[in-house]
């Protein structure tokens, strides 16, 4: 052993979902037909228009870390469809946008932890992270 690697490091395994992911590249490369959903990346180029407005943020400034849940713009847009499609009224501060599932979860989970949740409050919790099973 490489005296310079403690002795732990050789506990550690891989992740769920990076062996999920080899897994689906692998199959790929022996020819199956795979629709590899496991990184939470797509199998497809980005869309022009996708590319486009990501260039326009950058040009805006707009590329560094969000508010945690979410910038303002974006939960008034979902407010707003929420309204339009669903005929659902939230105030925008009722609406928490994440970008992954961990930061998400923990977000929405711990005021719960510090008392009962308000009332006529929902919170659902989907199992897609790799933090453990499912």
Same mark, same amino acid.
């Given at each position: 052993?490489?005296?310079?690697?403690?002795?732990?490091?050789?506990?550690?395994?891989?992740?769920?979902? /990076?062996?999920?992911?080899? +897994? %689906?590249r692998?199959?790929k *490369?022996?020819? =199956?037909?795979?629709?590899?959903? $496991?990184?939470?990346?797509?199998?497809?180029? /980005?869309?022009?228009?996708? +590319? %486009?407005?990501?260039?326009? *943020?950058?040009? =805006?400034?707009?590329?560094?870390? $969000?508010?945690?849940?979410?910038?303002?713009?974006?939960?008034?847009?979902i407010r707003d469809?929420?309204?339009?499609?669903?005929g659902?009224?939230y105030?925008?501060?009722?609406?928490?946008?994440?970008?992954?599932?961990?930061?998400?979860?923990?977000?929405?989970?711990?005021?719960m932890?510090?008392?009962?949740?308000?009332?006529?409050?929902?919170?659902?919790?989907?199992?897609?992270s790799?933090?453990?099973?499912?």
């Open positions: 052993m490489n005296r310079f690697i403690p002795a732990c490091v050789s506990n550690i395994c891989v992740s769920p979902s /990076t062996a999920a992911t080899q +897994r %689906a692998d199959l *490369a022996a020819g =199956r037909d795979i629709v590899d959903m $496991t990184a939470g990346e797509p199998d497809f180029d /980005t869309p022009e228009n996708v +590319r %486009a407005d990501g260039k326009a *943020a950058i040009d =805006r400034n707009e590329a560094h870390y $969000t508010p945690v849940n979410g910038t303002p713009r974006l939960r008034e847009a469809d929420f309204k339009r499609r669903l659902l009224d105030a925008s501060d009722e609406i928490c946008v994440g970008g992954g599932p961990s930061r998400s979860c923990f977000s929405r989970s711990w005021p932890s510090t008392g009962p949740p308000r009332a006529g409050s929902i919170s659902m919790f989907i199992p897609i790799s933090l453990g099973p499912a």
